[in-house]
Each structure stands twice: as C-alpha cells, then as structure tokens.
C-alpha cells in the first residue's frame, strides 16, 4: 500500500511542476494511469528472457475467393472523379511506405462515427493491393456496428469475432478478393456483446502476430478512438494509426481529444475526408494536368 502511495504522491507533484494550465481530465473517455517502473523493469527482463514462440503462418491458399460488389450492384461510379480520388489515395500509400516509422500495421480510426473511416479503410488497403508483390489483409475491428461485409457484398456470418472467441480460425474466417488476389478480407463476424473483453484476451495478440507474420500490411477498421474500451486494445498492438477527419462533419473538441488519446509516436498522420474549394485554394485537379502534359507547348 506504501508503494501504491509513493507514486500517486510523485504523480501529483509532477502535476503540480507542470504549471496551473495543465487540466487533469477523468471521465468516461480518459483516466489517469499511474507506471510503475520496477513493474515494467521485470516485465521486461521476463519477455527477453522467455521469448514468444514463432505464430504459425496463416495459409492463404485455404481462404475462401468471392467476387465482391463493392458499395452494392446500384452503386454509380460516373459522378465520382476517380483519377483524383485514386491519385489521392496512391499519395497516402506513398506517405505511408515512406514513413520514418516503417509502419505495417495500421489503424484507421476517427473522431466520432460517420467520418468516413470504413471507407477510408478499404480504400488504403485496396490501393496497397494493387501493386503485385504485396499482400494486404483489411481486418474490420469495429465488432459493434460491423459494415464491411455488407459494403463489399460478401456476407458476415464469419469474422474476427468468432477467431478472438476460439470457435474458426483465421483461414475460414478470411476471404480473398476474386478481383484483387493480393486483398484479403475479414469481416467483424458476429456482432460480440462485449468486444473489450475478446481484445484483452491473448487471441488478440496471437491473432496480430499471425496478421504481422503472414501479410506485408494489414489495415485495421477500428472504432471511433476513445468511445469504446477496446480502442486501446486495438492501437497498443499496430504500429501506427491514421485518423480520419471530415470536413463539416467532426467536431473540433471530439478531434482534440482523440489527438490527446492516440499516443504521439504513433500517429501517423490525417486523411481529411469530404473536402471541398476554398474561396482563395482550390484543391489540385490531377486530371487536368494530365491533359496539360498531353498537349503540346503546355
């Protein structure tokens, strides 16, 4: 109890060295965590000294293929601008492989719901997937209000649920893209009534070690940072996030905090979804310098 003491007593007083402006928040989203350094000493001095054992790789070759209708069979691709919206995302692929961090697992997350992080997901994964020698798995950790098997039209009776639970394994619950044979895709599965403790389990551990061994990247759909117990969980075992944010959409004091909750030197970086023209900038228009470098004398 005297130890326990101790540090809450040097918490406070590294507060109080800190200034009167720096605000203490404990509520539903954040608490106070108090380290203990001799915890994470013979933590640590137990992990070299008993090292995991290799995670078996995944076979790929036993995945199920289906022949995905992204955004269902109604979907209208005319109105949007693809060569910008791909050349936007080939430029975050290019962020992404060019990161000091050299990051291989990654989560998308966001502020609050409806920013756009599912289809943010699927879009940075589809676009790793098109270069040849790299294999992708987008793996949807949004366990609450699963989506991705509807968006890509390839039914959800099985997912990362059921493999965090210990009824499938990793092979029958992932599928592999008819269209893009270097995609692999697992569904949330079964919508779990308490996802946060299947992330504290050691399947999510083992499940991210498999994932790490077996593919080059793996895109984590995640839940909104901070609304929900397993967001920790999520973050703590990739190397990076990338937090979406969309115009008109996030709220400024949801987006501060969500930034104070993801740890620094893990984020990587902002996708900022639904952007529009400024009045005095104006968003590059690939496909007209395309047209430009086309004609002659331009």
Not at 4 to 12: C, G, N, V, Y
Not at 23 to 31: D, N, T
Not at 177 to 190: D, N, R, Y
Not at 268 to 287: E, H, I, M, P
Request: proline share 6%.
């Amino acid at each position: 109890m005297s130890k326990t003491f101790d540090a809450l007593k040097r918490a406070e007083e590294s507060v109080g060295k800190l200034g009167s402006d720096l605000l203490l928040r404990i509520g539903e989203s954040q608490a106070m965590v108090i380290e203990d350094p001799a915890l994470d000493a013979r933590q640590t001095a137990q992990d070299a000294a008993s090292p995991p054992p290799e995670p078996p790789p995944i076979q790929t070759q036993q995945m199920r293929v289906v022949n995905a209708r992204i955004g269902g069979d109604d979907q209208r691709t005319d109105e949007f601008e693809e060569p910008k919206i791909l050349e936007q995302f080939r430029l975050i692929r290019s962020r992404l492989t060019q990161h000091p961090y050299q990051p291989r697992l990654i989560t998308v997350t966001s502020a609050s719901k409806g920013d756009g992080k599912t289809m943010t997901a699927m879009n940075v994964a589809g676009i790793f997937a098109l270069r040849p020698d790299v294999s992708v798995a987008l793996v949807e950790t949004d366990l609450r209000r699963s989506c991705m098997a509807t968006n890509f039209g390839i039914g959800g009776s099985l997912g990362l649920a059921n493999v965090l639970a210990g009824r499938n394994s990793i092979e029958e619950a992932m599928v592999r893209l008819e269209q893009l044979p270097s995609l692999h895709v697992m569904p949330a599965g079964k919508t779990s009534e308490n996802p946060a403790e299947l992330f504290e389990s050691p399947r999510w551990q083992q499940t991210c070690d498999q994932l790490r061994a077996s593919f080059d990247y793996v895109i984590f759909d995640a839940p909104p940072a901070g609304m929900v117990a397993e967001s920790d969980w999520i973050v703590r075992r990739t190397d990076g996030v990338l937090l979406v944010v969309r115009l008109g959409q996030t709220e400024h004091s949801a987006l501060r905090d969500t930034l104070e909750l993801i740890p620094k030197d893990k984020l990587l970086g902002a996708v900022v979804n639904c952007s529009f023209q400024w009045l005095f900038w104006k968003t590059r228009d690939y496909s007209a310098y395309y047209r430009d470098t086309e004609t002659p004398g331009k």
